[in-house]
């Protein structure tokens, strides 16, 4: 496998399928490369920890960082490029504000809790799918807003990215329910029991029990909303329904999401 840096050496993976992430790799991400491997194209994994899409106060100072052990990762599912671009590279003047797609700006979910948010990942992800130039790109329906924006974003740029295609890989789960996340590894042994609140509020189908039961497990929340699936909005009759949770635990954030019949 090789390890890139530079826009000249990516050329060469021109209409490969892409799996943009900001490190620290897991079985989630593992997912998300045995789905691009399954389009037959090369696979390019890039690894970018992007702080457009952090605010002053969150994390980017400590994200976890480690290219060895995310290169070694990314090898064992048959990645044939990893793309680590330094801030240079991704953002080589300053990086420009884009239209923000609708699926950006839905009342009470990312956007309400943080505002520079989507246009920092839409930032991100357009200087990406610049230089990579894929035929295809995979994307966790753990961050189900984000694919969504991120799908909005590819319809609206069509003549930029011509063709791309954009794959939804299902969310992958601990033994006990836990979605798998760069940030669980913050978590303490009694925050880890709490955390499990969030698989239980998403299998609600009322907005009351979600919150109910986040409230018991002692979770901080952020929003527990029943959506559309399809829009983000209130549902109409017949759409599939999306229960989307986010919640604190001290300065962790965690989200979850999954289809539901309510
Ligand atoms: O989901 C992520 O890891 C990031 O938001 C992404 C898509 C790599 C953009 O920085």
Redesign the pocket.
């Known amino acids: 496998m090789e390890v890139l840096t530079r826009e000249s050496e990516i050329a060469a993976f021109k209409e490969c399928a892409f799996v943009?992430?900001?490190g620290a790799l897991h079985e989630g991400h593992l997912s998300l490369i045995r789905m691009a491997k399954k389009t037959n194209r090369p696979v390019v994994v890039?690894i970018?920890v992007?702080p457009e899409?952090f605010s002053p106060e969150e994390d980017l100072d400590t994200y976890p960082r480690n290219l060895e052990q995310d290169c070694a990762f990314a090898a064992s599912v048959g990645a044939d490029a990893v793309f680590a671009p330094s801030v240079e590279t991704m953002y080589p003047t300053a990086p420009q504000p884009i239209a923000l797609p609708d699926a950006a700006t839905m009342p009470q979910l990312e956007d309400a809790c943080r505002p520079a948010h989507f246009m920092?990942?839409c930032v991100?992800?357009a200087r990406?799918f610049d230089l990579v130039q894929p035929a295809v790109t995979v994307?966790?329906l753990k961050?189900y807003q984000?694919y969504l924006v991120?799908k909005q974003l590819i319809v609206q740029e069509e003549n930029r990215w011509k063709n791309l295609k954009i794959l939804g890989a299902e969310i992958i789960r601990d033994e006990d329910g836990l979605a798998m996340s760069?940030r669980n590894v913050y978590l303490t042994t009694e925050q880890r029991k709490q955390s499990l609140g969030l698989h239980k509020a998403i299998s609600c189908t009322t907005q009351n029990d979600m919150v109910e039961t986040l409230n018991t497990y002692g979770l901080d929340i952020e929003y527990a909303v029943l959506r559309s699936s399809r829009s983000l909005l209130t549902p109409i009759d017949g759409e599939p329904v999306r229960a989307l949770v986010a919640a604190r635990l001290g300065n962790i954030r965690l989200i979850d999401n999954a289809e539901v019949q309510p």
């Open positions: 943009p992430t900001m890039s970018f992007n899409q920092g990942v991100a992800v990406l994307f966790g961050d984000q991120v760069s």
